[in-house]
């Protein structure tokens, strides 16, 4: 008995702990879209301060999202927001909001890595 108890503790524990980030993943997923959503608003009226701003701020959130177990769609999300970063720096607004739509869709896309592995 005392080992069913054991078992299903640590079951539940492990079940809690698997949502807990699962949820900060969809969070930074969710904030990483809204800054990305703002900097192709500002992209297209040809902003790139602005377009930068919101593009550093969805990259924060979109590493976070990926570190909290999001998939391979975020890692490049991540990869098309530092090419965003970089032509906006530049001030070519225009280039910036083409990877910055990119980022955006493969954040859309994004769901969350397999906890479990087949090995059949």
């Known amino acids: ?3 069913i108890l054991s ?5 539940l524990l492990a ?4 949502v807990s980030l699962y949820a900060d993943d969809l969070q930074h997923k969710a904030e990483a879209i809204e800054h990305a959503e703002e900097a192709v608003k500002h992209g ?3 902003h790139a ?3 930068l701003q919101h ?3 969805s ?3 979109a590493k976070a999202a990926s570190e909290a177990g999001a998939d391979a769609h975020m890692d490049q999300a991540i990869k098309d927001l530092e090419e965003a ?3 906006a720096e530049m001030d070519h607004a225009e280039e910036a909001t083409k990877y910055t739509e990119g980022a955006l869709q493969h954040m859309e896309q994004s769901g969350v890595r397999s906890i479990h592995t087949d090995t059949d």
């Open 85 to 87: 970063i970089k032509h």
């Open 15 to 18: 079940f809690f702990l698997s």
């Open 1 to 3: 008995m005392k080992t």
């Open 59 to 61: 990259l924060v959130h």
């Open 44 to 46: 297209k009226m040809g």
């Open 7 to 11: 078992t299903f503790a640590i079951g």
């Open 55 to 57: 593009a550093k701020e």
């Open 49 to 51: 301060k602005e377009l």
